[in-house]
């Protein structure tokens, strides 16, 4: 069984992925777009990142499996936590992880330095040690208690040669 668990965004190309993926336009935005995820996902699998055009990070359990996508450009933030037990916690939101069962609060020291100097935790660390950013442009598979990350999206630049 397939479960949207997390999601939070904006699918800009809603109703291309609505013909394609037979889902109801009348419906509201958000079941809409819920919905187009998870019938992406049943055809696509960890493609289905590479056919959403928009701002989004979500999470589907789907048996045993746990994916978590980001979208291109990192605009939706995703955090995630592997616990002692090796289960995976995972959220829009750092306060969501944080009150599931397993979580241990503990403050990252080594990020202080960083965030007194840029105001915001670069990189995938955050002011809790073990709580991950998930970066832009990647997806999660936690599977058989072991996380992998890939990345499907990277910038590149191409300029015009022309006028």
């Known amino acids: 069984m397939i479960e949207l668990k997390a999601y939070k965004g904006h699918i800009r190309n809603w109703k291309a992925l609505c013909a394609e993926l037979q889902v109801d336009i009348d419906q509201e935005a958000k079941n809409r777009e819920r919905e187009i995820i998870v019938k992406g996902y049943e055809r696509w699998g960890e493609e289905v990142v590479n056919h959403l055009i928009g701002m989004f990070s979500f999470a589907i359990v789907d048996g045993d499996k746990i994916y978590c996508a980001r979208d291109h450009f990192g605009t939706k933030p995703f955090y995630y936590y592997v616990t002692e037990e090796n289960d995976l916690l995972f959220g829009n939101q750092i306060r969501k992880i944080m009150k599931q069962d397993g ?6 020291h080594d990020m202080l ?51």
Do not use: S, W
């Open 113 to 163: 330095q960083l965030y007194l100097n840029f105001t915001y935790c670069p990189g995938e660390d955050t002011m809790f040690k073990g709580v991950k950013k998930l970066l832009p442009g990647r997806y999660l598979v936690f599977e058989n208690g072991k996380a992998t990350i890939t990345r499907y999206f990277k910038p590149e630049f191409h300029p015009e040669e022309g006028k």
């Open 103 to 108: 979580f241990e609060k503990v403050f990252n």
